[in-house]
């Protein structure tokens, strides 16, 4: 059933150079698909056999479904992506969806790495680098990240059939918090998260219930999938010596396993197609029966029509009659409802008249007194309500006024506040600042302290006067000279002039020493430029030695790639030494040893020349550095040159001063 060479498409068509399987002891992960070996202890590699996934032409034909991390054809040129990645709200929409998978899937604990909100607006290099592995841990648990992050994701965004990997280059990789290139990896983060998301759903079968809608059938296929990964588990665990026998005899449990769960599957198809057969036979007769008399068949039809035309008539006037009666049904609620309402009042006007008349008999009034006491009530009650009306009037033009006095007042307050804040700023406030000269500026309002504005005065008479801020004493308001401890018109407004005028002579001096710094400044600035000039120049020549290292680092990954290649081929001619083990064991042992011996000079080989090249860059680097600290040496004894030349300057214009300043005295 299975043979020992690996059959159909597998990661080697994908772009591996060397892929080797790990043990199945641990079954809960899925195996990776990503390029590169994968990791296992060096005690498991000597105690199991070697196995290397390997393409071979298919005996059956070819197969009729691709695999889902197959490299597809790629569009010419860079393409398009629709998402507005670059819109600031966009990008704090997908950074928070990552930011709470991330929380609710435990990526802190498991990567010992904190993140904030701050990490999707500008993060660092680690931190996208512990993102990025996490999530394509959470697509492929079993892969082991060995090299530079710029080296693993270009491989594995091919894998992953990224619709826009072109546009993720090596260059933009070793700075992806740069403002130019960051959106471009929060919407590739993103598009690995949904990428998760699916498949925890497909793991989970959230999607059987979309495919049973559409007439697709998934329970053959997981049945198919758990059959092979449990055989194929159990098949790489056996010893490599293991015959045909044995193989038969740890498969078969799968293979009756598998039969049993397609059995039970299968059984409500069986019991379905049991009843639809008996729903056919009985349709089958009913249809022999109607055949025999069908002459009746037209009349039965017309009658059938007619009666359904009447059933429609009959629907429309049963549905005019149900909501008639509704209605009339609702009427009459209400109307008894009014009924008793109205009833219940007249028993009570009634009884209080019958106790109003009890009442007046008992106290021997006339109806005459009864009218003139009525028609006295009436007139004070009409009395009454205008005074109350007016009272409200004057309460509410009251409280208006107070609240407009309110608001004037603490509109004055805030001016007095602005006004302190701006005295303290250019040095008025305190009486000790520069500008103050001793005076006292700070403005203060002088009025009670406690507002109570809940109430006026006419309508509170008895309330606490003093607590009132609007009032000086309980009956007189405050005059406008009161309220400032300061007379601004005068004698504040006369030193404020006297201040700007003194402020204003010292703006002239400042801005014609200003002017003087501001031309020497120039002259500085067009230096810095020169050197600056040579500076980028230098830094051309360093991107060439650069991007001739990426070529020379480019050539040995082609080396070791043929090194590889050449490992793989001596490999597989083991493998097929020991498939044709029949005759002289001894004989392959033999050429197995050779093998050996030839991998490990290959390896030597390898290693000697990657220690070269290291030698190399190394020479390089150095060459490097010792020229930036040679150009670095230059501009701080530039810089020193510039700054001497500055201060003698300054110390000839400072003589010259003290020089005026002697002959003036």
Excluded at 276 to 301: C, M, N, P, W, Y
Aim: charged residues 30%; contains cysteine.
């Amino acid at each position: 059933m299975f043979q020992r060479s690996s059959s159909g498409n597998n990661l080697a068509e994908m772009g591996m150079s060397s892929v080797k399987r790990t043990s199945f002891q641990n079954s809960g992960g899925r195996k990776s698909y990503a390029p590169g070996q994968m990791g296992r202890s060096s005690a498991e590699g000597s105690e199991r056999r070697s196995s290397v996934y390997r393409s071979r032409t298919s005996t059956n034909g070819p197969m009729g479904h691709q695999s889902f991390f197959q490299q597809a054809p790629q569009p010419a040129g860079v393409p398009h992506d629709p998402r507005p990645l670059k819109d600031r709200v966009y990008q704090n929409k997908i950074g928070q969806e990552l930011l709470d998978y991330m929380a609710a899937n435990n990526f802190e604990m498991e990567m010992k790495h904190m993140l904030s909100q701050n990490t999707m607006r500008s993060p660092t290099q680690k931190d996208f680098n512990f993102m990025f592995q996490w999530l394509y841990h959470r697509i492929d648990p079993s892969y082991r990240f060995q090299k530079g992050i710029d080296q693993e994701v270009p491989p594995i965004l091919v894998q992953l059939r990224y619709p826009y990997q072109k546009s993720i280059t090596k260059s933009s990789l070793s700075a992806v918090g740069s403002q130019n290139s960051w959106h471009l990896f929060l919407g590739l983060l993103h598009w690995m998260m949904q990428l998760a998301q699916m498949l925890d759903g497909y793991g989970a079968s959230q999607y059987d219930d979309a495919c049973a809608e559409t007439g697709v059938d998934v329970s053959g296929d997981r049945i198919i999938f758990g059959f092979l990964s449990g055989a194929y588990r159990d098949w790489l665990s056996m010893d490599e010596d293991a015959g045909d026998d044995d193989q038969d005899r740890v498969l078969a449990p799968h293979v009756g396993a598998m039969a049993k769960e397609f059995d039970m599957a299968n059984s409500k198809y069986l019991d379905e197609l049991q009843i639809l057969e008996g729903e056919h036979q009985r349709l089958q007769k009913e249809i022999e029966i109607l055949e025999k008399s069908g002459s009746d068949v037209a009349t039965l039809d017309r009658n059938f029509k007619i009666m359904e035309e009447d059933k429609v008539k009959f629907e429309e006037f049963d549905n005019r009659m149900n909501q008639k009666s509704e209605k009339y049904e609702a009427r009459i609620q209400f109307l008894q409802e009014e009924l008793d309402k109205v009833m219940l009042e007249l028993k009570e006007a009634e009884d209080e008249r019958s106790n109003l008349q009890r009442a007046v008999d008992d106290q021997g009034i006339s109806m005459a007194d009864i009218d003139r006491m009525t028609s006295e009530r009436e007139r004070l009650q009409k009395g009454i309500e205008s005074t109350s009306q007016r009272l409200e009037e004057a309460k509410k033009k009251v409280t208006e006024k107070e609240g407009e006095a309110s608001r004037k007042l603490e509109d004055l307050e805030r001016m007095v506040d602005k006004y302190n804040s701006l005295g303290y700023q250019i040095g008025l406030i305190p009486a000790t600042a520069v500008n103050a000269k001793g005076k006292n500026y700070e403005l203060h309002v002088t009025v009670n302290e406690g507002p109570n504005f809940s109430s006026s005065q006419m309508g509170a008479s008895g309330g606490n006067a003093d607590s009132d801020r609007l009032l000086a004493d309980p009956v007189t308001g405050y005059q406008p000279a009161h309220i400032l401890n300061l007379d601004l018109r005068g004698q504040v407004k006369a030193s404020f002039s006297s201040l700007r005028k003194e402020i204003s002579e010292r703006r002239t001096v400042a801005m014609d020493e200003m002017m003087k710094h501001h031309d020497l400044l120039d002259g500085i600035k067009e230096a810095i430029e020169d050197k600056r000039g040579e500076v980028e120049a230098l830094e051309h020549r360093v991107r060439a030695a650069e991007e001739e290292y990426e070529k020379t680092k480019e050539v040995t990954t082609t080396q070791k790639l043929a090194s590889d290649t050449q490992i793989e081929k001596m490999e597989k001619e083991l493998a097929k030494m020991r498939a044709g083990l029949t005759e002289s064991v001894q004989l392959m042992e033999q050429r197995e040893m050779n093998t050996n011996i030839e991998y490990e000079q290959l390896t030597l080989r390898a290693n000697a020349l990657r220690e070269e090249l290291h030698t190399e860059i190394e020479k390089m680097l150095n060459d490097i550095i010792k020229f930036k600290v040679h150009i670095q040496k230059n501009l701080e004894e530039y810089e020193g040159f510039v700054v001497d030349e500055v201060e003698h300057e300054l110390g000839g214009d400072e003589e010259g001063r003290e020089d005026t300043q002697d002959v003036e005295i």
